[in-house]
């Protein structure tokens, strides 16, 4: 089966709900061609329905990668995920890059429309959160100020990209090493088949010698 036919197999599956089966598919599509993105971009919706949302987020992000970050479906899956994730920035920032690439599309515009209404109202938490904890605070020598947060916050998100890069790496190393593991594994089976060809035609050599 062509990576294609498993893509569609394990479409099959996630409209049934089936995500295991479906994972395994997607897998396997990943597998036999690493570079097909609509593969890794199936991968991120159903780790994110098994709420593995780590992998959901790298597959995601390793499919923005394959298409050179042009293509919109693959940043609103990211969104998406983001969302389910409850981080409304990083949903919002990827449902903004959606509307660059593709301003006119109904589905895209309406979750730009609702990520940026949960952002807004994600930082207007934040801020009052940040009012009550100066408050809090205010008779006791430790505090943090706005420009401390706002530096721990930065080394958090450098810390979190970080690791999805490594994690991205990781999942790239896997899917190289089972195209690697199948080729061997389709080399070993023309080998035996050869083999066993071979075998039988010095049968039938020797049975028609010995007839004469």
């Known amino acids: 089966m062509s990576a294609s036919a498993?893509?569609?197999?394990?479409?099959?599956?996630?409209?049934?709900?089936?995500f295991r089966h479906a994972l395994q598919m997607y897998l396997t599509a990943a597998t036999l061609e690493p570079e097909n993105w609509q593969a890794h971009m199936r991968l991120a919706t159903t780790w994110a329905e098994m709420?593995?949302?780590?992998?959901?987020?790298?597959?995601?992000?390793?499919?923005?990668?394959?298409?050179?970050?042009?293509?919109?479906?693959?940043?609103?899956?990211?969104?998406?995920?983001?969302?389910?994730?409850?981080?409304?920035?990083?949903?919002?920032?990827?449902?903004?890059r959606v509307m660059e690439l593709e301003p006119t599309n109904p589905e895209y515009r309406s979750f730009y429309k609702k990520a940026r209404r949960r952002y807004k109202d994600h930082e207007a938490n934040q801020l009052c959160s940040y009012d009550y904890d100066q408050m809090f605070?205010?008779?006791?020598?430790?505090?943090?100020?706005k420009s401390e947060q706002d530096s721990r916050l930065r080394q958090y998100e450098?810390?979190?990209?970080?690791k999805r890069a490594v994690e991205m790496e990781a999942l790239l190393a896997f899917v190289r090493a089972q195209k690697a593991q199948q080729q061997q594994q389709q080399q070993q089976q023309q080998q035996t088949h050869q083999v066993g060809q071979a075998t039988a035609t010095a049968t039938a050599t020797a049975t028609a010698t010995a007839a004469r």
């Open 6 to 18: 498993y893509i569609s197999q394990g479409d099959t599956y996630s409209q049934k709900r089936y």
């Open 51 to 96: 709420y593995r949302m780590e992998l959901a987020v790298t597959s995601a992000t390793l499919a923005i990668k394959l298409t050179g970050g042009t293509n919109a479906e693959c940043f609103y899956r990211r969104a998406q995920v983001h969302a389910s994730n409850t981080d409304w920035a990083a949903a919002f920032a990827d449902a903004a």
């Open 137 to 145: 605070w205010s008779n006791r020598q430790h505090k943090l100020t």
């Open 158 to 162: 450098t810390e979190k990209e970080a």
